[in-house]
């Protein structure tokens, strides 16, 4: 009998992850010729919305991976060194994607809440993180909150229509 947990740590997010893998090889291996244009537009939007919610889940999933300080285990310096090693990318972008993450738990989660629904992509996201984080720190929390909402809410920031 199939179950929903893994069997190692008893816990349902790594057979989703695996079980979502296995659902993406499965369709990149279905031919796409027949496909009309108006499916295919709306599958590449439909993929779109789905890198957007793997994307703020990664990001979620490295933000408690620096929680829990998921590389001291194996000496790794930081959680940034440890994603890169782990997933075979370059140290500086690892350590970028955790600061994101982090930023994006802790105070941007608005934006955080926007990349989730798909209606921001994972580009959208940094460079909206980037110019919130640069904003003043003197600056009032209201402003800081309306300048959020305004970047999310833009028309440069939304899903296309389907």
Known sequence: MATDKDTTTGHPVPCGVRALSASVSALAERPLFALDAATTRDTIQSLAVLEAKVASFRLAALAHAEEVQVGAETGCTSTGVWAANATRSQKNVSAAQVRL?????????????????????????????NAL?????DLDAGLVTQAAEALVGSPSSSTPPS
């Open 101 to 129: 993450a982090t930023a994006l738990e802790t105070r941007w989660t608005k934006v955080r809440d926007a990349l989730a629904a798909g209606s921001m992509n994972a580009e959208q996201v940094r460079v909206v993180v």
């Open 133 to 137: 984080e640069d904003l003043p720190d």
